[in-house]
T-cell receptor, first 119, second 114 residues
Framework: AQSVSQHNHHVILSEAASLELGCNYS??????LFWYVQYPGQHLQLLLK??????LVKGIKGFEAEFIKSKFSFNLRKPSVQWSDTAEYFC?????????????????FGQGTILTVHP | EAGVAQSPRYKIIEKRQSVAFWCNPI?????LYWYQQILGQGPKLLIQ????????DSQLPKDRFSAERLKGVDSTLKIQPAKLEDSAVYLC????????????FGNGTRLTVT
């Protein structure tokens, strides 16, 4: 069974600080990787995703993530955070969708990291 | 495009009562998911529909939870009877039939069981 582990439960930063949120997954096969974000009072939104190709992926709002296959990691980074980045961040993985087979892309989430950015 | 709609937003019930949640996915999305998010944890998949068929309900507590998706569009999730540990946010999400499409989430229903 696949599982996802996020290293930090709560991260507190000042504006302009750099951010790195850790994510490791456990799955014995090809995976798709995602970061979702939930701003206060809002629904979960896709921040970025990795399916294949360049392991450094760029998402919205200046976020990026690097897939390191040998480490089963998909860490989220941002060079300079803003107060508006205060939110909860979730890493998620699923096996590739395969409608002709047995995979329907079940998405497994990590436990989430709350990011608080002080102005 | 309109997002995933869920109702109600909040629900408070006593244990052993029953409750139902409703979800209307994005138009044209073939895949619909119900997730349970307990405070301090990430969302956990309860059930996944492809059109109106169930493709994964391995983590659905079937002795008390049930779900259906009528005509491959709207879906309802029911809990009967509710337990204290069912207090959580219930999230509905949908995605298109195209492989590897991202999930679009609704705002969720926050259930409190007292």
């Amino acid at each position: 069974a696949q599982s996802v582990s996020q290293h930090n439960h709560h991260v507190i930063l000042s504006e302009a600080a750099s951010l790195e949120l850790g994510c490791n997954y456990s799955y014995g096969g090809t995976v798709n990787l995602f970061w979702y974000v939930q701003y206060p009072g809002q629904h979960l939104q896709l921040l970025l995703k990795y399916f294949s190709g360049d392991p450094l992926v760029k998402g919205i709002k200046g976020f990026e993530a690097e897939f390191i296959k040998s480490k089963f990691s998909f860490n989220l980074r941002k060079p300079s955070v803003q107060w508006s980045d205060t939110a909860e961040y979730f890493c998620a993985v699923n096996p590739p969708f395969n409608a002709g087979g047995t995979s329907y892309g079940k998405l497994t989430f990590g436990q989430g990291t709350i990011l608080t950015v002080h102005p | 495009e309109a997002g995933v709609a869920q109702s109600p937003r909040y629900k408070i019930i006593e244990k052993r009562q029953s409750v139902a949640f409703w979800c209307n996915p994005i138009s044209g999305h073939a895949t619909l998911y119900w997730y349970q998010q307990i405070l301090g944890q990430g969302p956990k998949l309860l059930i996944q529909f492809q059109n109106n068929g169930v493709v994964d309900d391995s983590q659905l507590p079937k002795d008390r939870f049930s779900a259906e998706r009528l005509k491959g569009v709207d879906s309802t999730l029911k809990i009967q009877p509710a337990k204290l540990e069912d207090s959580a946010v219930y999230l509905c999400a949908s995605s298109s039939w195209r492989g590897n499409s991202p999930l679009h989430f609704g705002n969720g229903t926050r259930l409190t069981v007292t």
